[in-house]
């Protein structure tokens, strides 16, 4: 089977008929994967660590001979104090900007759809044991492999799984709202930690004002706290669609018949058609050798010559016999 490659693709795989029977990981494939995930989610944010273990102290340590360097360069004792402080503020905000937006936009997804595909799950598998029990085996074993196919996404953004119900649109509509505010939105927030101090100094820096720093201190908080309240917004007016089941099985079955390739037929070209008749081959007359194959033409005039004749009689002088006169009797004395 091969990867799907987009999220609305990837998200069709969890939408499956629960009495089809689904190809089952192996025992202890769950959490495998899951400490698999964990060291990929590591290797995505421990460079902004360790870049931020080197260049923040970095930063500190030259700041007494950056402010010096900005005194002698003919800077004002209030540029010259925020020009300082920007070089430790700037490399701060870029290492923690970096970490909480790969976070975000990476490693987070992924997990949160986990979440999502275990609550439908646990809805199935709920609906299944109060409806109808002898199917509970098959929808245990179908939530396991959605979980597994889940685990095995790569990081980034996720769609919603497909859901059949209300019940399951309503746990789906509760994951996200959970993830928004314990994970986006507080994440978003904590920008204002490196952010607000690196707009006060690059402020203060480039022109030299403290009220000028202090507004764009104002205006960095006020965008921080927008941005921290868009994700909760998203997740309370996130479209989540209600697939019919029928509708669902259909396009699965649909997805799982080989397709079969039409012939294609360019314009202009008509194909061949066999019938049942056969032609006869024309038989043709070899010439003989040193005869020749021209036709002879029908003579006209001797067609009309023959017409004369006819008419006239005999041209070759012959005259038609005279039949003999009677003898004459004999008489008498």
């Not at 799950?121 to 597994?148: C, K």
């Not at 997805?255 to 061949?272: D, H, I, M, S, Y």
């Not at 006819?310 to 003999?324: E, I, M």
Request: hydrophobic share 40%; with cysteine; proline share 11%.
């Amino acid at each position: 089977m091969n990867a799907p490659p987009g999220p609305s693709v990837r998200s069709a795989g969890f939408d499956v008929d629960l009495t089809a029977a689904s190809v089952q990981p192996p025992p202890g494939a769950l959490i495998t994967q899951f400490l698999a995930n964990q060291v990929q989610n590591c290797s995505l944010i421990c460079p902004f660590v360790v870049q931020g273990a080197v260049q923040v102290p970095t930063a500190v340590l030259l700041s007494p001979g950056t402010f010096v360097t900005q005194l002698q360069s003919g800077q004002p004792l209030v540029q010259a104090l925020g020009l300082t402080g920007a070089t430790v503020s700037g490399a701060a905000n870029d290492v923690w900007t970096g970490l909480i937006r790969t976070d975000l936009d990476q490693v987070v997804p992924r997990t949160q759809f986990g979440t999502e595909v275990i609550a439908v799950g646990l809805v199935r598998i709920g609906e299944a044991a109060l409806t109808q029990p002898g199917q509970l085996p098959g929808v245990l074993g179908q939530a396991r492999s959605d979980l597994f196919d889940a685990l095995t996404n790569p990081p980034g953004p996720e769609s919603v799984p497909v859901v059949h119900t209300p019940l399951e649109a309503a746990a789906v509509r509760g994951t996200e709202v959970f993830w928004a505010v314990a994970f986006h939105s507080t994440e978003q927030l904590t920008l204002v930690v490196t952010r607000v101090p690196n707009a006060f100094l690059t402020t203060l820096g480039s022109t030299g004002n403290v009220a000028t720093a202090v507004q764009a201190t104002g205006e960095a908080v006020a965008t921080t706290v927008a941005e921290s309240v868009a994700p909760i917004r998203e997740a309370l007016t996130r479209p989540i669609p209600i697939t019919p089941r029928a509708a669902a099985t259909t396009t699965e079955a649909k997805e799982a018949t080989p397709q079969t390739k039409t012939p294609t037929v360019r314009p202009g070209l008509k194909p061949k058609q066999q019938t049942m008749l056969t032609k006869a081959p024309a038989v043709t007359s070899k010439p003989e050798p040193g005869m020749s194959t021209t036709t002879k033409q029908p003579n006209v005039m001797r067609g009309l010559g023959g017409a004369i004749r006819k008419v006239l009689g005999d041209v070759s002088g012959k005259k038609p016999s005279v039949p003999d006169k009677p003898a004459k009797k004999p008489t008498g004395d």
